[in-house]
């Protein structure tokens, strides 16, 4: 059974603070991971990663994943309140002719003023 | 780019009506579409995948003939929720990828209430 494993599940912090979020996976046939930001709506897409050890930028976020290890991870710089969301990781696998994405269950970012 | 819209972002029905959930991917072609249920506090739970003009396949446990999926276009997909129940109450969400792209792109979501 394909599974995807995020840690902490929850996680407070003070403003300013640097967070690092982890994910690992077990999954057959491999595509790619990603991370979502999940606030009161919808996820919202924030990296896809299929290569590992090439770190993917994007402002204070950045994330890098580990093939031969089976992990990825998130990290913040500098956080805000505005950071305060669930984020997901998620693997892109393929089984027969369909390819489907396997969720984590999250990890509850809380960033206090 | 790559946006997808859902249609309606709120609803509550009555025990025993239908609900017709609308996807569109609005500036790409969607050849495959997927939709999620998620409860309070928890993941996103995959429901079912479908391919423009092929039947969906469902996710081990999900009821087909409860949840009628159709996705007759390569923008547009519908998610029936048929008889509803209390329990069918949840937030309902669909996403859309493009075939040879690995990325997906969600909809704002639909909260559903069945009374």
């Known amino acids: 059974e394909d599974k995807v494993v995020q840690s902490p599940l929850s996680l407070v912090v003070h403003e300013g603070d640097t967070v690092t979020l982890n994910c690992s996976y077990e999954v057959t046939n491999f595509r790619s991971l990603l991370w979502y930001k999940q606030e009161k709506k919808a996820p919202t897409f924030l990296f896809m990663l299929?290569?590992?050890?090439i770190e993917k930028k994007s402002g204070r976020l950045s994330s890098i994943l580990d093939k031969k290890e089976l992990f990825s991870i998130l990290n913040i710089t500098a956080t805000q309140t505005g950071d305060s969301a669930v984020y997901l990781c998620a693997v892109f696998n393929s089984g027969g002719s369909n390819y489907k994405l396997t969720f984590g269950k999250g990890t509850l970012l809380t960033v206090n003023p | 780019g790559a946006v997808v819209s859902q249609h309606p972002s709120w609803v509550i029905c009555k025990s025993g009506t239908s609900v017709k959930i609308e996807c569109r991917s609005l500036?790409?072609?969607?050849?495959?579409m997927f939709w999620y249920r998620q409860f309070p506090k928890q993941s996103l739970m995959l429901m079912a995948t479908s391919n423009e003009g092929s039947k969906a396949t469902y996710e081990q446990g999900v009821e087909k003939d409860k949840f009628l999926i159709n996705h007759a276009s390569l923008t547009l997909s519908t998610l029936t929720v048929t008889s509803a129940h209390p329990e069918d109450s949840s937030f309902y969400i669909c996403?859309?990828?493009?075939?040879?792209?690995?990325?997906?792109?969600f909809g704002p979501g639909t909260r559903l209430t069945v009374t």
């Open positions: 299929t290569s590992s050890g």
């Open positions: 996403s859309a990828r493009t075939s040879g792209k690995y990325e997906q792109y």
């Open positions: 500036d790409f072609q969607a050849t495959t």
